[in-house]
């Protein structure tokens, strides 16, 4: 899947120029968490966020540290910490470190970057130019759709060809131990496992499968120390 088939379209920005009372008034009417910046050449500077607007001193919520700690504290990253918590303009407030994706990426490189970068959201560029934004919400908005989805109906052969094709393409999963049944879309899987956390992920692997209706856990755990085969509990899942 790629960044396009995720994201929002449209962005919604300021004016490196404006007053923050202009941009938070933008963001509350548009109902976002945050604001793309450009500046008069249009082209993107910052990215203003309700994270940076948490440290304000109209709040009084602005960091407090002891004395003795600013005396060790360089003036210009004091000055800078100031200018951040007390700014009247967008330029004054905004993160300037932003960073954006192509919307033809995967969006596997959307979610790595968010992940590393610890943001929420990244501009979507084509060409050099902003065309829309990817975030922590489109992708759940994205999720939900994939999960909603309708499956083609499966035949139990089928379902069970499908599963055994999953299991063969993980390199944890027993092979060679794990016997796959079928009835009515109803699953069961037979066999003995060595290590008990390999039971949530085989029977993961069977759910996921379109056209699964239950899965009927029969695996077995060899205990390591005995040898002993202990039986799961034999529930179906629905």
Request: aromatic residues 2%; glycine residues 8%.
């Amino acid at each position: 899947m790629r960044v396009r088939d995720a994201m929002t379209h449209g962005i919604i920005g300021v004016r490196d120029t404006a007053s923050l009372a202009e941009a938070v008034e933008t963001m509350l009417r548009a109902g976002i968490s945050a604001l793309c910046v450009f500046d008069e050449r249009k082209a993107l500077v910052g990215i203003l966020s309700e994270g940076d607007l948490l440290r304000r001193g109209e709040l009084g919520t602005e960091k407090r540290r002891p004395r003795w700690l600013e005396s060790l504290l360089s003036g210009g990253r004091l000055a800078h910490a100031y200018a951040h918590e007390h700014g009247r303009t967008a330029a004054e407030v905004m993160t300037r470190e932003v960073v954006t994706i192509d919307e033809d990426a995967p969006l596997s490189e959307a979610v790595d970057a968010m992940i590393r970068r610890r943001v929420k959201r990244l501009p979507v560029v084509r060409g050099g130019s902003v065309i829309g934004v990817v975030s922590r919400s489109d992708l759940l908005k994205r999720l939900y759709v994939e999960l909603r989805r309708d499956a083609e109906p499966r035949s139990d052969v089928e379902i069970c060809a499908a599963i055994q094709a999953e299991i063969e393409s993980r390199g944890w999963a027993p092979r060679a131990s794990i016997r796959v049944s079928a009835k009515n879309g109803e699953v069961s899987l037979e066999g003995a496992i060595a290590d008990e956390r390999l039971r949530e992920g085989l029977r993961v692997i069977a759910e996921n499968i379109p056209g699964v209706k239950s899965v009927r856990d029969r695996l077995a755990w060899v205990e390591p120390n005995s040898g002993m085969l202990l039986s799961a509990e034999d529930e179906p899942r629905e």
